[in-house]
């Protein structure tokens, strides 16, 4: 009897993600009433009031996303594929990048927990995605909001 053998599959990163955030992301952008690409808000996935905050939030604007921050000062978002629909797929994830049309605030509890700066936001621009099996991994640039000098101190 002959025997073949397989190498396994390069193992899934995430596997070996020890801390994160398991977020809801809200698609769209802030400015246009999170109409548009890119991010509108970033909510916690088990927080009490979601369900509430869905009914007000139609179409393909939600997906579901694993949080990690980066010592680079960048946070990696590990969108889970199943979350999204095709029209979110096609209008949000395409040609393999992702835009911000904008920066987007970061709630501080959740910069905090990835290691960003209280006051702290996503930068605007274009990221290029990774397909990782079940998931789409985008990395985006962290930078320490402009405020006030009274909101400073």
Known sequence: MMYRSFSSPEPD?????????T??????????????IG???????????????????????????LL???????????FVKHSLSE??????FRHGHFQLEEAVSLPWDIALELGCPVHSRLCAG?????????????TIKVERANLPLAVQN
């Open 13 to 21: 990163p995430l596997r070996r993600v020890q801390v994160g955030i």
């Open 23 to 36: 977020a809801e992301i809200v698609l769209g952008s802030p400015r246009k009433q999170c109409n548009g």
């Open 39 to 65: 991010i509108c808000r970033i909510e916690r996935a088990n927080h009490r009031q979601a369900q509430k905050r869905k009914a007000g939030v139609k179409g393909c604007k939600r997906a579901k996303a």
């Open 68 to 78: 990690m921050g980066q010592t680079s000062g960048s946070i990696v978002f590990y």
């Open 87 to 92: 029209c979110c797929r096609v209008k949000q």
């Open 126 to 138: 274009t990221y290029r995605v990774v397909e990782l099996g079940m998931h789409w991994a985008v």
